[in-house]
């Protein structure tokens, strides 16, 4: 099993910056994708960004050019780096995990709220 746990959503102005963590343990030599979601009331879990083991990454591209994926693998942490907030940006986001080969996300954080004021 995967535990996942993330921190630093809060309330930001738009145009500011937000860094969310997600810490793992567990079985975490099992991970090969780690993720962000969000979710906004009303709407689909959406996959944000995304990176593997081997450091690739993805984004939607609703984020391109505002925020960035990394991953500190030392510690089992996952990072995104939200710069340029918009209020579209305002969701519960999640922190997910998945290993090598297998098509969905096992694995899922709590959520952590990001709220982004006009």
């Known amino acids: 099993q995967v535990q996942l746990v993330e921190s630093g959503g809060g309330l930001v102005q738009a145009g500011g910056s937000l860094r969310l963590s997600c810490a793992s343990s567990g079985r975490t030599g099992s991970i090969y994708v780690m993720g962000w979601f969000r979710q906004a009331p009303g709407k689909e879990r959406e996959l944000v960004a995304a990176?593997?083991?081997?450091?690739?990454?993805n984004y939607a591209d609703s984020v391109k050019g505002r925020f960035t994926i990394s991953r500190d693998n030392a510690k089992n942490t996952v990072y995104l780096q939200m710069n340029n907030l918009k209020p579209e940006d305002t969701a519960v986001y999640y922190c997910?995990?998945?290993?090598?080969?297998?098509?969905?996300?096992?694995?899922w954080g709590q959520g952590t709220q990001v709220t982004v004021s006009s």
């Open positions: 990176i593997t083991s081997g450091g690739s990454t």
């Open positions: 997910g995990a998945r290993g090598s080969g297998v098509p969905s996300y096992d694995y």
